[in-house]
């Protein structure tokens, strides 16, 4: 399951209220959640994993190690683009072959042609391959939390138009958000419950900005509409409104989403 949404929706809450969570926080933003995590931002003996080598090991470890994941039944990931930037990128610059007599290159970008970005993608298929393989030997949840940015769609059957998707590479050719959206089996858009007022017709003739109202409700809204990516491949409700607690025990069944739940 992939969570996303602008920052200060709640996206970290929204998944700590699914079953026996485990965070792996790697950006320290979970810290105010009672939740276990695997490593301690506040102990420096126990920092979550650094590096990709240590990710990998630390995720690896729940199948190899039954009585660290004993109780716990959801993996959370966060975020997704602080995984790319300071673990999947710096990964794929590390494999970069570097010619003799030339300096390594500092970033993806420097790489040219996008081709820096088509490696990452490699990178990024070892670790959707190893969630699935934790997922099918632990049978636990795996949730992945990311940021929200807006970005341009080229529309092909009339006027472009803007979108929400997670925050992640997104080239012509090669898209770790695209990519992330197809493994997944929902991604769920996380957000305000926001809407804009009606204005009267000489209020926009004179080009005056519009105005928005909320109802202080966070919703999540699970299939595609237009100005968000979304998925699930069961029959979720399109918009479905939160508090928390109600989602994951409540209004979510196992034909929603195959949680497991003990």
Known sequence: IVIYGPEGTGKSTFASEAPAPLFLDLENSTTRLA???????NDPENLP???????????????EDKEFRAGKQTLIIETADKLEQSYIHPETL????????KA?????????????????????????????????????????VAHARISKVDNLNGVDYSC???????????SAAARLREWADAVLFLTFDDAAIAQ???????GKSVKMTTTGNRVVWTSHQGWCEAKNRTE???KIVLPYGDFWH?????????????
């Open 250 to 262: 409540k209004k979510t069944s196992k034909r929603w989403f195959n949680l497991t739940q003990k």
């Open 35 to 41: 939740a276990d995590t695997i490593g301690d931002w």
């Open 200 to 206: 009267k017709a000489r209020d926009i003739a004179a």
């Open 104 to 144: 390594a290159p500092q970033s993806l970008d420097a790489i040219g042609f996008a081709k820096g970005y088509t490696a990452a993608m490699k990178v990024w298929e070892e670790f959707l391959t190893l969630l699935d393989s934790v997922q099918v030997h632990t049978q636990m949840n795996i949730i992945i």
């Open 164 to 174: 929400y998707e997670p925050d992640l590479y997104s080239g012509k050719n090669t």
């Open 49 to 63: 994993p650094q590096n990709w080598q240590e990710l990998t090991t630390a995720i690896w470890s729940l199948v």
């Open 94 to 101: 590390a494999r970069w072959p570097v010619e003799e007599g």
């Open 236 to 238: 979720l409700p399109s």
